[in-house]
């Protein structure tokens, strides 16, 4: 049977017929597909695990999203939002697990109010920050704000590069300091959610334009430096996504299918974006030299998920396990899940408060781990 395909049929009990790749129809047996950390169709707390892995003692202040770095087992990084922080977790759920909270030297610019995280090529990164740009208050929003790429090495990320120091501060007359972030292009204020494609190049949910942003960094400008003007930026069925405030909208790169799965908090919908389609249509005003920045014309994106026909109100984590889409639903506290086709599987309600259910991360559906940023906590709900 083809993958797709295959998903579909599990939904079913009975013998059913499920057409193959060769044509052939093959009478299966079959048991309905569930998420053993969900309950495996139980939709109980009593069926799972809940385990806090890190709380404020880690230095949690407001974890919005997370994700596992897949150079170093165990290593999970955490954005904080409020503080502007990273919380770094060694052996995560392990018997040695240790924390470490870090704020870079100019976070305040380049992750201000950090709304998601998504690795990407070897040793990096990239982070959305919900901000118009204010300096943490410091000033009227100016709206240079977009995506950051960053080092996940942690001999760099959060340290100043005496270099990149030295060389500003010659060329601007007065001390300059950048931290430690590869690259930064500022076409996405409001950015609420991230996924890597390949390369330097990453999708975004603009939630200042309502949004699908391209963005590719090229060659980062290396540590603590300031040249972007290498940067492509891609705009996408511009007016048809919305934002809502404090509610991180994630995304989800599938590489087989080149398809972007977006949470819609502000539409209560799931959507996807064939990413393979559309043209260059009009240039778009852009806020630094040397950048590309233009519409994409006639994209093809559709609705996968109508929260509201299955008591979803505003969607918010995403991810893919194979043909599953795990969804966060921040007003209800419930992790849902739907094959790619868009059929309901299994759902759970947590014991956490509204509000507090963002991020998500699995790469099983035996172990699922969120963040509660009401709670100031990360979480992991295994089956029992």
């Known amino acids: 049977m083809s993958a797709r395909l295959s998903a579909a049929c599990l939904l079913t009990l009975s013998l059913i017929g499920c057409t193959g790749q060769n044509g052939k129809t093959d009478d299966v047996k079959v048991e309905p597909l569930t998420v ?20 404020s003692d880690d230095g949690l202040r407001n974890p919005r999203d997370l994700g596992f ?5 165990g290593e999970l990084w955490v954005v904080s939002g409020s503080d502007d922080a990273m919380v770094i977790f060694d052996d995560a759920g392990g018997p040695n697990q240790a924390s470490e909270r870090l704020i870079d030297p100019y976070a305040l610019h380049f992750m201000d109010y950090p709304s998601s995280i ?13 901000s118009g740009n204010t300096y943490n208050g410091q000033g009227k929003a100016n709206y240079f704000m977009g995506p950051t790429l960053w080092s996940s090495n942690r001999d760099i990320f959060a340290e100043s590069n005496p270099e990149a120091v030295q060389y500003l501060t010659d060329l601007y007359g007065f001390h300059t300091d950048l931290g430690s972030h590869l690259d930064m292009l500022h076409e996405s204020p409001y950015c609420m959610g991230m996924a890597w494609e390949r390369d330097n190049v990453y999708w975004v949910f603009d939630g200042h334009n309502g949004a699908i942003g391209r963005y590719d960094f090229a060659v980062d400008h290396g540590v603590g430096y300031d040249d972007h003007s290498d940067g492509l930026i891609s705009k996408y069925v511009t007016g048809s996504i919305l934002r809502v405030e404090d509610v991180p909208s ?22 996807v974006l064939d990413t393979l389609t559309g043209q260059p249509g009009s240039d778009l005003r852009k806020k630094e030299s040397g950048t590309e920045h233009y519409e994409v014309d ?7 998920i109508h929260g509201e026909d299955h008591g979803m109100v505003a969607p918010s984590g ?54 509660d940023a009401v709670g100031k906590q990360v979480l992991r709900i295994s089956g029992n």
């Open 69 to 73: 770095n897949p150079e170093v087992p």
């Open 298 to 304: 006639d994209a093809e994106m559709w609705n996968l």
């Open 36 to 55: 053993p950390a969900l309950g495996g169709g139980a939709h109980s707390l009593d069926a799972v695990t809940v385990t806090v892995i890190g709380s």
């Open 318 to 371: 995403l991810a893919l396990v194979g043909e599953v889409v795990l969804i966060t639903d921040n007003a209800t506290s419930t992790i849902w899940a739907f094959t790619v086709e868009g059929e309901l599987i299994d759902h759970l309600t947590l014991d956490v408060e509204p509000g507090g259910l963002m991020g998500i991360w699995a790469d099983s559906l035996d172990e699922i781990w969120v963040t």
């Open 118 to 130: 998504a690795f990407g090529a070897p040793m990096t990164f990239g982070t959305c920050q919900e």
């Open 250 to 271: 994630h995304l989800e790169f599938e590489h087989e299918t080149s398809y972007l799965y977006i949470a819609d908090t502000g539409n209560n919908t799931i959507k």
